[in-house]
């Protein structure tokens, strides 16, 4: 069974920094893309950060030049720094993977608990 499990969520003032992590655990052959997502209350979840497996990140353009996605194939970790966070960054985010288990055919998203981010003085 595989699992993504996300840590480093908290509260933190307007101006600064958070670090974000995820470690996918189980069974597992290989993982493609991963990312994080953010869900704030009444609103739909959205893409914040993603990355493939040979390092190309994508970004939402409100996080641009803030969030750095990185990820380390060899632990099966995915992070993402945050810089000058702001009040509207405040949501749970999740951490996303597509992972093919071991002994199944073909690829399955798997996600993870979600951590709650919030940016406030």
């Known amino acids: 069974q595989v699992q993504l499990v996300e840590s480093g969520g908290g509260l933190v003032q307007p101006g600064g920094s958070l670090r974000l992590s995820c470690t996918a655990s189980?069974?597992?052959?290989?993982?493609?893309?991963m990312g994080w997502y953010r869900q704030a209350p009444g609103k739909y979840r959205e893409l914040v950060a993603a990355?493939?497996?040979?390092?190309?990140?994508n970004y939402a353009e409100s996080v641009k030049g803030r969030f750095t996605i990185s990820r380390d194939n060899g632990k099966k970790t995915v992070s993402l720094q945050m810089s000058s966070l702001k009040p509207e960054d405040t949501a749970v985010y999740y951490c996303?993977?597509?992972?093919?288990?071991?002994?199944?055919?073909?690829?399955?998203?798997?996600w993870g608990q979600g951590t709650q981010v919030t940016v406030s003085s």
């Open positions: 189980g069974s597992i052959v290989s993982i493609y893309d």
């Open positions: 990355i493939t497996s040979g390092g190309s990140t």
């Open positions: 996303q993977g597509r992972v093919r288990p071991m002994g199944l055919i073909g690829t399955y998203e798997y």
